[in-house]
């Protein structure tokens, strides 16, 4: 009898919304894992927004990484439908950091290391007190 390990709750996850975007998610996967991979266990959400150029076999390649997942939308629903579905997805809706974007051709990874810089440096500081909470 084998039992099927539990994968571990990311403590970050990326929810990207995509549309008509095959020639980027391979790149912006390679960017991604560059930045998370050192800052721990992570997940990346893409939503396809019923594209016509190839994205939805992009993100399948790319989600042979058990890091990345994807949601495919029956049609273009636009960027705040894809965003809303992609949140609902997370493994953990209480993540350290969540990131919501869109796939953009033009997006580079310094987007994402903005992010992840300001992560670190906010695990440095304590954490806010919240009303009611002693010092």
């Known amino acids: 009898m084998t ?7 990311p403590d970050i996850s990326v929810v990207i919304a995509a549309y ?3 020639t980027n998610i391979a790149p912006m996967c390679a960017a991604l894992k560059e930045v998370l991979g050192p800052l721990g266990r992570h997940e990346v959400i893409f939503v396809e ?7 939805l076999d992009a993100i399948r390649a790319a989600a042979r990484d058990p890091a990345v997942r994807y949601v495919s939308l ?5 960027h705040q439908t894809c965003l809303r579905a992609g ?20 997006a580079e990874a310094d ?20 009303a009611g909470q002693a010092e």
């Open 3 to 9: 039992t099927a390990m539990a994968t571990p709750v």
């Open 20 to 22: 008509n975007e095959a």
């Open 49 to 55: 927004d019923g594209s016509t150029d190839g994205t």
């Open 74 to 78: 029956t049609r273009n629903f636009g």
């Open 87 to 106: 949140l609902r997805h997370m493994h953990n809706i209480d993540a350290e950091l969540a990131a919501a974007r869109a796939a953009q051709r033009q």
């Open 111 to 130: 987007d994402q290391r903005l992010v992840a810089e300001r992560s670190a440096n906010e695990a440095e500081r304590p954490a806010p007190l919240r």
